[in-house]
């Protein structure tokens, strides 16, 4: 029959997991977190009960009423692992992302409001011009050369870049924002919003400061995680 169990020579593979759960890692997993690692790892159950913690997986005890980190709470976040939430969509990515912070906003400065951002010229309008054109060129809302969704991308591009002075445009933002625009099709300051808070709450912003420094860090740990699980790949 089939276990949950690692294979005894496969033992040295797991244990740097092992000391993570040791350290507490599982304090730290929203339930989507701990359910990817169950999938990966099935000895996850076992870690935490060695270390003496839940199995997060389970979703027992506080896991069960609690509110998530970011002050999600868990029908929201079941429902969003489910189900295609329709209509309540957009109200999904707001809560989630905007949820329990307050976006500081202050006339006059590069933290002024969108609707004054969107329309100061920026030095990078040259370069967002040229990613707009080719932002998802098959989408319906992307498809017309000039059109609403390219001229909204355009706008949103630039207020970020004045907003975000310290890195300005780079590439890639005009597909993270193209994306919330399909969430948010008539609500710009929506899409401002959410685009700012995924950047700045969940520390996306990181991979697009000078040098990159994230993008190494996460690279690192990605090697980590497949030399971990996937010791002959690596």
Known sequence: SESNQPAEDAEGAFQP???????GLSGYLTLPEARRCRLICPAIARFSSVAGQRDPYEGSGSWKGAGLPGGISEPLMEALWKEDLGLRRGHAWQELLLGGITLQQRAGTHQDYYEQLCKQPSKFDSAIKRDVHRTLPSEELFKEKGGQGQQALFRLLRALAIRLWDIGYCQSLNLIVAT??????????????CSLALLLRHSLVDLYRPKFPKLGVLIWQFDKIVEGFLPKVH
């Open 180 to 193: 919330l625009i399909g969430i948010f099709p008539d609500d710009e300051t929506a899409v401002f919003n």
């Open 17 to 23: 997991w092992s000391s993570l759960f040791g350290a």
